[in-house]
């Protein structure tokens, strides 16, 4: 049997670079698509084409979930 001791184990941390390079892709990206996607339905809309509220109305969520998405990536670099 060996008395050596593990080596340490530390995880990576999070920089101020890497938490601001975050928020802005997810704001840039999300605002993006999901502005695009509620512009070209609510002028799909205003034509009279229904099917228009199935690109305006999910447009947020899709923003978000691209955020989170980004962040996830971010967890999976760090840990």
Known sequence: MSNR????YSRGMVTRADILVLGLTAGVTGSLVGG???GIGMGLVADGIHIGWLLALP???VGGL????LARKLAKKVG
Request: charged share 0%; glycine share 14%; net charge neutral.
């Open 66 to 69: 691209l955020g989170y998405l």
């Open 36 to 38: 695009l996607m509620f």
């Open 59 to 61: 447009g947020a969520p």
């Open 5 to 8: 001791a593990p080596l340490p």
